[in-house]
Structures are given as C-alpha cells and as structure tokens.
T-cell receptor, first 114, second 112 residues
Framework: GAVVSQHPSRVICKSGTSVKIECRSLDFQATTMFWYRQFPKQSLMLMATSNEGSKATYEQGVEKDKFLINHASLTLSTLTVTSAHPEDSSFYIC??????????FGPGTRLTVL | GNSVTQMEGPVTLSEEAFLTINCTYTATGYPSLFWYVQYPGEGLQLLLKATKADDKGSNKGFEATYRKETTSFHLEKGSVQVSDSAVYFCALEAGSARQLTFGSGTQLTVLP
C-alpha cells in the first residue's frame, strides 16, 4: 500500500525558534498534500491544502505566515512552524492524495515548545 | 458546510462482543464516506470506505453501509478482538478539493 513518512517523529524546541516538518510520499506521486493538527483526545483539524508547485490554501483561522507550507515536488511537502510558542505544541499530521478520493496519512510529528 | 457527528466514547467491550459506532453526516452534494483507525502511537490508516448510496465498505471484519436516507455510515463488527483497540474516525470527502472532514473520534478498548 501507499506509504507516507514524516520526519521528525517528535521534536522539542525552545520558544521563538522555527521547526521544519517533512512529509514524503514514498511510493507514489502526491498531487495534493494536506496538513492537520490534532489536539489530545480530539479530532484532526485541517490546517492547509497544498498542491505541488502552487501556494497552499489555508483554512480559516490558520496563520499562513506562522505555518509556512512548501510543496516543492510531487513527493515532498514541508511545514515550518515559525517563531514557535508553547501554544503551538501539538501533534501535526500530513496526508497525501494520489488523485483519487483516498488520502494516505503519515505517522505524525509531536511538537513540544518549551 | 460539511460536518460529521460521531458517537462519543470511550467504548469498552469484552472480546468477541458486537461493536457499533454511530456516524451521521451533513454534506452538500454526494460525499464519499470513510472510516479511519488510529492505533496507539501510529498514524491514521484507512479502514474502509464507500463512495455512493447503499455501498457497503468492509475490511478486517468491519463493515459500514452508506445510508443516504438517514445520512449515516455506522461502523459494525460482529466479534471484536483485543487488537481492535484503537481510535476510530468517521470522515467524509465532498467537492473537488479532496478535503476530509473528520468526526471527533471514538476510543475503543477491548478487554480480554
């Protein structure tokens, strides 16, 4: 089956620093990638949708200057949390679509901002 | 807008018990419906899906039928196992953007 990887799996950083999370589709070309945020014991909240080679579309309430998304190739998307603060601590999940109605999810990245 | 309402958990069952997790939806157009499962410490995995009314998705003993008249997609399994312990998410996809709308998730614990 299709595999999506995320790196790193967990990261701890100081307040004010930036953190980059990578999402890769390993065995298929992802026409669209999605970034979600999951709070403890809650559902996934879509943050943004990115298509290769174009600007990401952000959901209402998500700061595009804080959560920078780059989808430079059909197998790689990155999410950079800029000037991270403790309230940005969360579980970030990416998914990749192959052009059908199915998304394949990465294992997630646990971000802790001290 | 689109929304998914899912049975609140947590749900605790004994092994071999019957499982039902209710899911209803609101959507414009004709959505595709999904159940995803998240095992402890892992990412979401697609469990099953149905793309049109009266379709039945099935996988690993789990089933769900797309009921347009009741806007429902309830998840069922006749005999659960300890290894089924996980969080289950109902979701829908509608529109060309391929965006998923998730329910709140239901934590299932199966006791031996």
């Amino acid at each position: 089956g299709a595999v999506v990887s995320q790196h790193p799996s967990r990261v701890i950083c100081k307040s004010g620093t930036s953190v980059k999370i990578e999402c890769r589709s390993l065995d298929f070309q992802a026409t669209t990638m999605f970034w979600y945020r999951q709070f403890p014991k809650q559902s996934l909240m879509l943050m943004a949708t990115s298509n290769e080679g174009s600007k990401a579309t952000y959901e209402q309430g998500v700061e595009k200057d804080k959560f920078l998304i780059n989808h430079a190739s059909l197998t790689l998307s990155t999410l950079t949390v800029t000037s991270a603060h403790p309230e940005d601590s969360s579980f970030y999940i990416c998914s990749a679509g192959d052009g059908t109605d199915t998304q394949y999810f990465g294992p997630g990245t646990r971000l802790t901002v001290l | 807008g689109n929304s998914v309402t899912q049975m609140e958990g947590p749900v605790t069952l004994s092994e071999e018990a019957f499982l039902t997790i209710n899911c209803t939806y609101t959507a414009t157009g004709y959505p595709s419906l999904f159940w995803y499962v998240q095992y402890p410490g892992e990412g979401l995995q697609l469990l099953l899906k149905a793309t049109k009314a009266d379709d039945k998705g099935s996988n690993k003993g789990f089933e769900a039928t797309y009921r347009k008249e009741t806007t429902s997609f309830h998840l069922e399994k006749g005999s659960v196992q300890v290894s089924d312990s996980a969080v289950y998410f109902c979701a829908l996809e509608a529109g060309s953007a391929r965006q998923l709308t998730f329910g709140s998730g239901t934590q299932l614990t199966v006791l031996p």
